[in-house]
Structure formats: structure tokens, C-alpha cells
């Protein structure tokens, strides 16, 4: 396979099948040489195309190679025989980064490997690099490390989650056919006003701007997007490891978040409990979501997750 500056479709093993990925490379790219190499971690609920296609870029554009990929279940990605699509599941999730890195470990132009995750991407790029010491460096962008405070911080409703996800678990074995739900209440049909009618927190503005129907990475723009999951996606999104296993992590890190978000504190409670070297790069004036692909706010954390990876 010829690989050339830009975005290369790739596939690597994972769970016995072909995970579908895009590998960005450097302007000029020279199969002869060294790079160094990152392997992207995208938030809940994504492909792809959205949070891996803005990052990839850009980090080329940078100097690197990044490689953006569709978890298993998701997007071009196929689920294991038997499943269904639209699965994103914690365990697996960190899974398939360690196969990615052992993809990217097989190139010869690769030198060190490094990880960046946005979103729920953050705790998997933590939760991942805990045990594998092949990353050498992470970067984690409004990222979800610290997610309990705000998973469990309704006792009640976390147990209505649960219970509502352990029925579809029990329907699903049960039918042999998949059972889907909008995890955020957002459905792919949705207008703005109905989402922030029933939404319920204080991100559905900007959530909708980006995920719904008329966002600017929504099921319209990306078509093998949809805001549709598998309903026992509860029993694995309310277990997050990042936070408890922080004390842990042994690599260089840099966290970058909004400390107006309503998430900032997902950032500076992980921040809390590190023991590595570490640095913290706190802004005021994006949101959480504004990283995800306002311009401003992608040129503010890529120059600064570049700097500290070149390093």
C-alpha cells in the first residue's frame, strides 16, 4: 500500500476483525523518516469523521502522524458476529487503542507513540496508557476522566439508567434483535428548539450545534453518523476507570478544558489525583464543545498538545 501526505483509509485487527481508520501524515511525508505518531480517542458517541477528522489535520499539519479510527460497532467499523452496531463499550474502547498503537507500532516510519483524546476520548486515552507503556506521552481535551461526579451525582436517576439499560440487555438476548435509544435524548430528527425543550442540562445548545440534526458534524453532514445507541450502552458508560487508576499513569500528560464548562471539573478532579509530571492548561473564554471544531478553540489546543509532545 502506497501511503501519501494527507488522509490514508487503513484498516487494523481488533477483536478478530478489520477496524476501519484514517492515517494522516505530514506535508511531505518521506516513508524514509521518522515521525512521531499519535493515536486520536474521540468522544462518546463518535466516528471518524468528526472529532478524528478535525484533530488529524491538524496535527499533520503539525508535523505528525495521527490516526483517527471507528471503534468497534461504530461507523465503517463492523460489530462482532452476532452483535449489533452502534456499541460503544468502555473495555473495548481501550482495547482497540492498544491495537491501534500496536498498528501504528508496525510501521517503520513511527518513532514514539503518543495518545490524544477529546471528550470521553480523554479517559480512554488515561484509562489506556495506565498499562500500556508504549504511549509515551498523553494529551486529553474537555476530557470526561472524572466522569462520576457527574454520572453518579443523582443517585436515582443513575439507578434509572441502570435499570432501563439492564431490560434492554435482557430484551436483546432474548429477541436476538437490537434495541436502540438516544443515550442524550437527542433522536437524528430532531429541530434545535425541541432538543433544548426535553434536553435537560447545560450543554444542549451547544450539543445540538454539533450532533443534531442541522449541527455542523451531525447524521445530515456525516452520513454513517447517528445519535441512535445500543440501550444497555448505561451498564458500560457509567463505569469509568480513568479517575480511579490516575495516581497510576506514568507518562507525561497535559490536560486542556474550559473552566467555565459545566464538565470542568471531569478535568480538574483527574488533575487532583495525578502523580506524574504534568501540565494543566485551563481556558476561559471556549466551551466544552468549542474544541470539538471552532476554529479558535482547535488552534489554542493543537498548538499546545504539538508543543508539549515535541517536547
Given amino acids: 500500500m502506497t501511503l501519501t501526505s494527507g488522509k490514508?483509509?487503513?484498516?487494523?485487527?481488533?477483536?478478530?476483525?478489520?477496524?476501519?481508520?484514517?492515517?494522516?501524515?505530514?506535508e511531505g511525508f518521506d516513508e524514509s523518516k521518522k515521525y512521531k505518531a499519535i493515536v486520536g480517542?474521540?468522544?462518546?458517541?463518535?466516528?471518524?469523521?468528526?472529532?478524528?477528522?478535525?484533530?488529524?489535520?491538524?496535527?499533520?499539519?503539525?508535523g505528525f502522524i495521527y490516526l483517527g479510527f471507528d471503534y468497534l460497532g461504530m461507523g465503517d467499523s463492523?460489530?462482532?458476529?452476532?452483535?449489533?452496531?452502534?456499541?460503544?463499550?468502555?473495555?473495548?474502547?481501550?482495547?482497540?487503542?492498544?491495537?491501534?498503537?500496536?498498528?501504528?507500532?508496525?510501521?517503520?516510519?513511527?518513532d514514539e507513540i503518543y495518545g490524544l483524546g477529546v471528550c470521553q476520548g480523554g479517559s480512554i486515552i488515561a484509562s489506556a496508557s495506565v498499562t500500556d507503556h508504549r504511549i509515551k506521552k498523553i494529551a486529553m481535551v474537555s476530557?470526561?476522566?472524572?466522569?462520576?461526579d457527574m454520572q453518579w451525582?443523582?443517585?436515582?436517576?443513575?439507578?434509572?439508567?441502570?435499570?432501563?439499560?439492564?431490560?434492554?440487555?435482557?430484551?436483546?438476548y432474548e429477541t436476538g434483535q437490537p434495541?436502540?435509544?438516544?443515550?442524550?435524548?437527542?433522536?437524528?430528527?430532531?429541530?434545535?428548539?425541541?432538543?433544548?425543550?426535553?434536553?435537560?442540562?447545560?450543554?444542549?445548545?451547544?450539543?445540538?450545534?454539533?450532533?443534531?440534526?442541522?449541527?455542523?458534524?451531525?447524521?445530515v453532514a456525516v452520513p454513517n453518523y447517528t445519535n441512535m445507541h445500543i440501550g444497555d450502552q448505561g451498564m458500560q458508560s457509567l463505569i469509568s476507570i480513568g479517575e480511579a487508576y490516575a495516581d497510576k499513569i506514568v507518562q507525561p500528560s497535559l490536560?486542556?478544558?474550559?473552566?467555565?464548562?459545566?464538565?470542568?471539573?471531569?478535568?480538574?478532579?483527574?488533575?487532583e489525583k495525578l502523580t506524574n509530571e504534568h501540565e494543566e492548561l485551563a481556558f476561559d473564554e471556549f466551551s466544552h464543545v468549542d474544541f470539538y471544531y471552532k476554529p479558535e478553540a482547535v488552534k489554542a489546543s493543537t498548538d499546545a498538545v504539538a508543543e508539549f509532545f515535541n517536547r
Wanted: aromatic letters at 12%; a negative charge.
Fill in 8 to 26: 490514508n483509509s487503513v484498516t487494523f485487527k481488533s477483536f478478530g476483525v478489520n477496524l476501519a481508520g484514517d492515517l494522516y501524515l505530514p
Fill in 41 to 62: 480517542a474521540s468522544p462518546f458517541p463518535q466516528v471518524k469523521d468528526q472529532i478524528p477528522a478535525t484533530y488529524g489535520p491538524e496535527m499533520a499539519a503539525r
Fill in 78 to 110: 463492523p460489530a462482532l458476529p452476532g452483535e449489533f452496531k452502534q456499541s460503544r463499550y468502555m473495555f473495548r474502547l481501550i482495547e482497540n487503542t492498544w491495537d491501534a498503537v500496536s498498528y501504528l507500532g508496525t510501521l517503520p516510519f513511527v
Fill in 143 to 148: 476530557g470526561m476522566m472524572a466522569a462520576d
Fill in 153 to 172: 451525582a443523582d443517585r436515582d436517576m443513575a439507578n434509572q439508567q441502570i435499570e432501563a439499560s439492564n431490560a434492554s440487555m435482557q430484551k436483546m
Fill in 179 to 219: 434495541d436502540y435509544v438516544a443515550p442524550f435524548l437527542l433522536n437524528d430528527e430532531m429541530s434545535r428548539d425541541e432538543y433544548i425543550e426535553v434536553g435537560g442540562n447545560p450543554m444542549v445548545g451547544e450539543s445540538y450545534d454539533y450532533y443534531g440534526r442541522d449541527g455542523v458534524k451531525g447524521p
Fill in 255 to 271: 490536560t486542556i478544558y474550559s473552566s467555565s464548562a459545566f464538565t470542568a471539573s471531569c478535568s480538574t478532579h483527574f488533575v
